[in-house]
């Protein structure tokens, strides 16, 4: 029973032994070995390795990228009036044992970078209006006219302007990591949110809408005259036509007519009798009616068919 006692402690010493003796590195991290203090090795292989039990101490750093969340922050611009700008940045741990000894953990990195990335773009901000930065106001034209994109949609200032700050900023913040050594490479700074105070949003959304109806007024006035233009070229078009209508229509009378005549003509021509006879025939039709009462002499050319015929 004695020698089973030892054989347990002895397993169970040897399994704290390993354990201690033996470290896994995953493929997301690098480690620092130090010893009493010292830093012994650095290891970014992932894998299994060993190293000396209780005496070496392992110390575990991310080695992708991370991201800072900055706190939201009251940034006055050129003008002093405050915007509120709400940040985060991204870094790399390039350095881990230099990383170690300036920042020590990620949540010092966050905070001492948190700091840095507001200071320095509240300088950056500092040099600019709250339009250039929050994007707020329509770009215009040297008339002062609103300029729109393909779509009719105003193009707003501050697009570029923002993209200039963030670009100043990330290399402001690189700059000052740099000096301090943290033994990280910064490699984004972002701006997720500025915006107007609680104490100016009313009169700013009171000036963006009446900038928007006066864009919207503009356009319905273009459009208007547009219309008009459309229709009075319309017009014209109908009355040309209408014109060329009536002529050419006149001109075709005038020639059915003239051909009607030069027919009744030719008729005439071939048989000035008959032809006297059936215009009487057609005059007796359309003058003389049932309910009628004409007195006319017996001599009278009208009714020369329709007396007795003269024998020749």
Request: net charge neutral; hydrophobic share 40%; no cysteine.
């Amino acid at each position: 029973m004695r020698k089973l006692v030892v054989l347990i402690i002895l397993v169970v010493a040897s399994l704290i032994v390993l354990r201690q003796a033996l470290y896994i590195v995953d493929e997301t991290e690098q480690v620092i070995i130090t010893r009493f203090g010292e830093v012994k090795s650095v290891v970014t292989t992932p894998g299994l390795n060993a190293k000396i039990p209780f005496i070496d101490l392992v110390t575990k750093f991310d080695k992708r990228i991370l991201r800072i969340d900055a706190p939201p922050a009251a940034l006055p611009d050129k003008e002093k009036q405050n915007l509120i700008i709400d940040s985060y940045a991204r870094y790399k741990i390039v350095d881990p044992v230099q990383f170690r000894k300036t920042l020590q953990t990620e949540n010092n990195a966050r905070s001492r970078l948190g700091d840095i990335v507001t200071s320095t773009l509240r300088d950056r901000v500092a040099l600019r209006d709250r339009f250039e930065i929050v994007g707020a106001e329509p770009t215009k034209d040297d008339s002062g006219n609103p300029i729109v994109d393909d779509e009719g949609l105003p193009v707003v200032e501050g697009r570029e302007t923002r993209s200039a700050i963030l670009a100043e900023v990330l290399d402001g913040v690189r700059k000052r990591v740099g000096e301090q050594n943290f033994g990280i490479e910064i490699t984004d700074v972002r701006i997720k949110r500025a915006d107007f105070p609680d104490s100016v949003t009313a009169s700013i959304f009171t000036r963006m809408r009446a900038e928007r109806n006066r864009i919207a007024t503009r356009f319905r006035a273009e459009g208007e005259e547009e219309d008009l233009k459309i229709r009075a070229v319309a017009n014209k078009d109908k009355d040309i036509i209408l014109a060329e209508a009536d002529q050419k229509g006149n001109q075709v009378r005038g020639e059915g007519e003239a051909k009607a005549i030069s027919i009744l003509a030719e008729a005439l021509n071939k048989d000035p009798d008959f032809f006297s006879f059936q215009r009487s025939m057609e005059a007796y039709q359309n003058v003389i009616s049932g309910q009628d009462t004409i007195v006319f002499s017996s001599d009278a050319p009208l009714f020369q068919f329709l007396g007795t015929p003269k024998s020749k």
